[in-house]
């Protein structure tokens, strides 16, 4: 059944996607979902953990790292563009097991995502309304209802609300790069900036260590899925290739276009920070802030002490509204991811049939519905007092996001080789991933790197609990994928048999025999 026809079951509604995104919505999905609180705050975090040398560092190398994935995704999902295109990819061209692991650890690692946005979004609106005056769970349910809406428009309506979104996060990083700019340059005041060379000085001064590098290598191996988690949400382009208008041109467009844009936002905020704020900044973020301190989390931020020592009075102020637009981008796009991934799945035969139809508008409303139940329960979840469950929630996202981009390399390496295989020419792919076959190669050995690295510190200092929460993930996704293999005893998919039209296979037990 092609992903372009419409298969009708009796009383039931349509299984295919409507094509209604351009690539100005594609590069904003991009971008929305990759800017949001890793930016905003993990960026301070990183400073204050590894010095400016180490966050650059630690953003410069990850930034190069996406270069690749995202290259290497875009020669897929132009030549194969399909909605929820890892877990389909997978299974095509590696083993449907590693395509039900990847597809079932990248949903759950969105869902919950989704479910702490909307919480936290209340949290950051006590900046101005205490909860005795607004209860938590209103503007809870309206941001729910919010992001519900939006994703059950169409494909095009949620593309041009996280256009916007993102826009206005886009608009709040271009404002903070000119003034620190103009700030270096002394052209806006900022009694707190000592020079672009003596930053680290003063702060040895004052008690700091006086140099760019802190912790140690393995600190800064330990901050990489920091890092990475920031950037983490630019693979998007690629799960909306479904979704896209006229997608071998739109799509290289958009996969070059966020990259760039990103990693200028990155690296040159992290430059101007490393300059303007002094890495022993008490009021960076730290370890001994707790996740739901919203008001003074805001002050912690690097890119808000920018501002205020701008001398710009309304900075928290201006702050707050961007952060709270971020996390409405990233929990639309949250819900748009997992809902398209769990639709793919339907149709792999990895997920309930039901999931994978679409209503009169090409929006998948029953796998909409079951995401947006599991973002329900943040609401109940909410009101335990062990609210600490959420900061937890938030690094298993993180983990699990790094087991996707594992996946997306994999799929990279073997769909090129299996596309020469069969008597393909180069010349045939509309798009070419950069340097291949080393830049998923490069890929796939820094996601073992950072996945293994994650919880050195926990090892070292044999924090067997921390270690199993750090490193949870990774029996789960290893589990999924025996369970399924087992169950289903599929095979690693031959080179001569791989599948590259945008036809969706079911595989049922039996049939890798």
Known sequence: MSNKQTVQAAGQEKTDLHRGMSQRHLTMIGIGGAIGTGLWFASGELISATGPGGALLLFGCVGAMVYFLMTSLGEIATYVPLSGSFETYASKYVDPALGFAMGWNYYMSWAVTVTFEIVVGARILQFWYPPEVLPPWIPSLLFFILLFGLNAISAKGFGESEFWFASIKVAAIVVFLLVGTLMIFGIVPNPDYHG?????????ANGGTGTIFLGGFLVIMSKFIVAAFSFQGTELVGLSAGEAKDPEKTIPKAVNSVFWRILFFYVGGIILVGILVPFDDPHLLGADVEWYEYEARIAFSPFTLVFQNAGIAAAAHIMNFVVITSVLSCGNSGLFCATRMLYAMAHE???????????????????LLVTAGIAAIGFLVDKMPNVEIYDYLLEMSGMMGMFGWLGIAICAWRFRRAFLFQGHKIEELKYKAKFYPYGPILCMAFCVFVILGTGIDALIDWDPIWALQLYLPLPVFICLYVIYKLYMRTKIVPLGKADFTTEYKIYKRGDQD
């Open 196 to 204: 672009l060379a003596n930053n680290w000085t003063y702060a040895a």
């Open 349 to 367: 035969g990895k997920a309930p049939k039901i999931l994978g139809l679409t209503n009169k508008r090409g929006v998948p409303m029953y796998a």
